[in-house]
């Protein structure tokens, strides 16, 4: 079953995040995920939900998923994003 990790994030400081940008994408590939939605600004439709920038990411299983989050060469990456940005993260199964 496939698996999604959807991320609502805001740039707080664009120059420190560009690193992860341009890493990222080779450490979702390598776990066998691609982009759904890669930072495009959401139209709220319902709710006081303000995401400001979106990212799906859809990978084959949780396992994937988990695996990219766990990766130990990723955790650098990750720790930009928790600088750079302020997010929210979350992992859900798909319907398959």
Avoid at 5 to 12: E, G, I, N, W
Avoid at 17 to 44: L, N, S
Wanted: proline residues 8%.
């Amino acid at each position: 079953m496939k698996a999604y990790l959807v991320l609502d994030f805001a740039v707080r400081d664009l120059p420190g995040f560009r690193p992860y940008i341009e890493a990222i994408p080779a450490f979702i590939a390598k776990h066998g995920g691609r982009y759904i939605v890669r930072g495009a600004p959401p139209t709220v439709m319902e709710g006081d939900w303000a995401p400001e920038l979106m990212v799906i990411l859809e990978f084959p299983a949780r396992a994937n998923a988990e695996a990219f989050l766990a990766d130990p060469e990723a955790q650098a990456l990750f720790a930009v994003r928790h600088r750079a940005t302020v997010s929210k993260l979350v992992l859900v199964d798909g319907c398959d």
